[in-house]
């Protein structure tokens, strides 16, 4: 893949009025929001399929492919698409904006099928370690070729360990997908700093998500070198506040640009772009130019080679 010059965002559900959770896409308006990511500065991007029954998920990826195959525009722009989920932890926290009844265990069969939907072009597939009996599935997708990340999870150390022993070589937004309250020390946020040098970690950086001060800290433990700042976009990502959809769901942009549910328990995905979040990089954590673009460039673009 040839080093494109703009933004690569590794993780987007949506953006300017586009869900591609949506049940129905068009070329027209996918072609269009490209059209718009590429003025906004995003030379590539990951469409994101979140948890819903297996069914509906194979669905909305064969949907992406379709749109994708009928465009060049589109697929200059679409590089592939992350799955995030359905083989998530459906703990109330860390199952986050992922509807829990659609959570289930990472099973080969279910894998394969979401691959076949996905038409060769799944690039990242999230899922929770310890919903991975014997880590099979993880092995599996890494042996394919296919990125694993762990994300809206609880593995223990010794079951996060064994993930990335199999082929488990990323993490998704770290700081989110977790309960509000943890255990002060033996917490997922420490044991994957712990496993830093074993994993590219993902952050968004919106500063609703994770407080810059935190997010400092984060990159300071973890390393700018093995770090990435995705989005986590919803359709709503570029419009300001109102009422917006992710699959399913309602999705309440405030005039802060948090994304909240509708009954405001929790957040669902985010307003950001790449553009804001370099600008906060530049003037919230004071990071220098090429920090800034290994972070929204360089690094999400290796992890896709």
Not at 55 to 75: E, F, H, P, Y
Request: overall charge negative; charged content about 20%.
């Amino acid at each position: 893949m040839n080093a494109p010059n703009g933004y690569i965002d590794l993780q987007v559900n949506g953006y300017a009025d586009v869900d591609f959770n949506a049940d129905e896409l068009s070329v027209e308006r996918v072609a269009a929001v490209c059209q718009r990511l590429r003025s906004d500065g995003v030379a590539g991007i990951l469409a994101t399929v979140i948890t819903a029954e297996l069914g509906t998920m194979c669905r909305r990826l064969a949907n992406i492919c379709r749109v994708r195959d009928a465009d060049r525009s589109i697929a200059d722009t679409i590089l592939g698409i992350h799955i995030e989920g359905p083989f998530l932890n459906e703990t109330p926290g860390y199952i986050g904006a992922h509807p829990p009844q659609a959570a289930r265990a990472a099973d080969v069969d279910s894998a394969e099928r979401l691959l076949e939907a996905a038409g060769g072009l799944a690039r990242i597939v999230t899922l929770a370690p310890e919903r991975d009996p014997g880590c099979r599935v993880t092995a599996m997708l890494a042996q394919r070729g296919v990125r694993v990340a762990a994300g809206h999870c609880n593995p223990s150390l010794d079951e996060l360990r064994a993930a990335i022993d199999s082929g488990l070589s990323l993490f998704t937004h770290l700081g989110n997908g977790c309960p509000p309250v943890l255990p002060r020390h033996d917490n997922i946020i420490q044991r994957v700093l712990s496993l830093s040098d074993r994993l590219h970690i993902g952050f968004i950086a919106d500063g609703v998500h994770v407080p810059f001060f935190a997010l400092r800290n984060y990159l300071k433990c973890g390393g700018i070198d093995r770090a990435f700042v995705v989005t986590d976009a919803i359709c709503g990502a570029g419009l300001g506040p109102g009422e917006f959809t992710l699959g399913d769901q309602k999705v309440i942009v405030d005039k802060n640009l948090a994304t909240w549910a509708a009954d405001r328990s929790h957040l669902v995905g985010s307003a950001g772009t790449m553009a804001r979040s370099e600008q906060n990089l530049r003037t919230a954590l004071g990071l220098r130019e090429p920090q800034i673009r290994d972070l929204l460039c360089n690094t999400p673009l290796q992890l896709l080679r």
